[in-house]
T-cell receptor, first 113, second 114 residues
Framework: AQSVSQHNHHVILSEAASLELGCNYS??????LFWYVQYPGQHLQLLLK??????LVKGIKGFEAEFIKSKFSFNLRKPSVQWSDTAEYFC???????????FGIGTKLQVIP | SQTIHQWPATLVQPVGSPLSLECTVE??????LYWYRQAAGRGLQLLFY??????ISSEVPQNLSASRPQDRQFILSSKKLLLSDSGFYLC?????????????FGPGTRLTVL
């Protein structure tokens, strides 16, 4: 069965610090990868996704993620976080042979002004 | 543009009572529909999904059920709620066809079972 691991459950950063949230999955075949974000009081929404092509994916609000197939990873990065990035971030994966998207348990990011 | 609605927004129910949560999507046809439960420290747990009217797939055996009486309506039900059913329930939709595409989430329902 496909699985997704998010290693950091709660991250606290100061504004302007760099961010990297880890995401690993367990399947070695073709994958579709996603990061979703849930800002306080808002709907869960797509941040970025990777289906194929350039493994470095750009998303909204300056976020990016890199698909590294050899490491089964899809880490989310932002060079300089803002207070408004305070949210919960979910990695998700659809693996070859499965029809459903599996979500990780989420990482709560708190950015301190 | 497409929109997704869920109601009620919050619900407090006694143990053993029935449940009905409703989700409707506007602005698209034949969407894939999903019910998730979001719990602290456990992420999003897929409960049910549907690729068409009357077609329901269950992911987790439990005392909940789902139905899709109309193309853009998805209902989550229970005959008798348990304390463990408390949580935040999210409905989502995606374009018809593959299930491996972007999902669009509703505002959620906070259910408290006492």
């Amino acid at each position: 069965a496909q699985s997704v691991s998010q290693h950091n459950h709660h991250v606290i950063l100061s504004e302007a610090a760099s961010l990297e949230l880890g995401c690993n999955y367990s399947y070695g075949g073709t994958v579709n990868l996603f990061w979703y974000v849930q800002y306080p009081g808002q709907h869960l929404q797509l941040l970025l996704k990777y289906f194929s092509g350039d493994p470095l994916v750009k998303g909204i609000k300056g976020f990016e993620a890199e698909f590294i197939k050899s490491k089964f990873s899809f880490n989310l990065r932002k060079p300089s976080v803002q207070w408004s990035d305070t949210a919960e971030y979910f990695c998700a994966v659809n693996e070859g042979g499965y029809q459903k998207v599996t979500f990780g348990i989420g990482t709560k990011l708190q950015v301190i002004p | 543009s497409q929109t997704i609605h869920q109601w009620p927004a919050t619900l407090v129910q006694p143990v053993g009572s029935p449940l009905s949560l409703e989700c409707t999507v506007e602005g698209t046809s034949n969407p894939n529909l999903y019910w998730y439960r979001q719990a602290a420290g456990r992420g999003l747990q897929l409960l049910f999904y549907s690729v068409g009217i009357g077609q329901i797939s269950s992911e987790v055996p439990q005392n909940l059920s789902a139905s899709r009486p109309q193309d853009r309506q998805f209902i989550l039900s229970s005959k008798k709620l348990l304390l463990s059913d408390s949580g935040f329930y999210l409905c989502a939709w995606s374009q018809s066809g593959t299930l491996a595409d972007t999902q669009y989430f509703g505002p959620g329902t906070r259910l408290t079972v006492l």
